[in-house]
């Protein structure tokens, strides 16, 4: 019995460790959909604002204080950013894109893992959203 028991231990730290360790490719991630336009889906979320002064300057300084947040690839100066942010337990990451297109500010959020991110990516774009509306 113990046996089933060490076994499925092991599986679990496996998937783990596969989640936690699995490398995000920039090649993959670090890109944005044609359509500028908001959009709810079931493992992410789009959104679109008019931005004002420093948009993309604004959100990366929001985006960086959220924790298990890092930058992928791209920067505020480089027109395109996309963060990584990874759920406390398991290290689910979920990754972020951000641009300036037609002078609006457009986030692209979205779950590597799985058909449904539970609402975690319009959540969290929702807050940094409130926090850009806000001024931060």
Sequence with gaps: ????????VVMVAAVQAYVRLA????AD???????AEAVDMPNGVQRVVYPGND????IDRIIRK???TEVLAGSPRAGLITYVTR?????????TTVAVRDGQLVIFARARFGRSDLGVNKGRV???LADFRLGG
């Design 29 to 35: 991630w670090h890109v944005m959909p044609q359509s």
């Design 87 to 95: 759920s406390l337990v398991w290290g689910f990451p979920d990754y």
């Design 66 to 68: 959220t924790p298990r």
């Design 1 to 8: 019995m113990w046996w089933i028991v060490l076994g499925l």
């Design 126 to 128: 929702e807050k940094w």
């Design 55 to 58: 948009p993309l300057g604004r």
């Design 23 to 26: 490398p995000s490719d920039p």
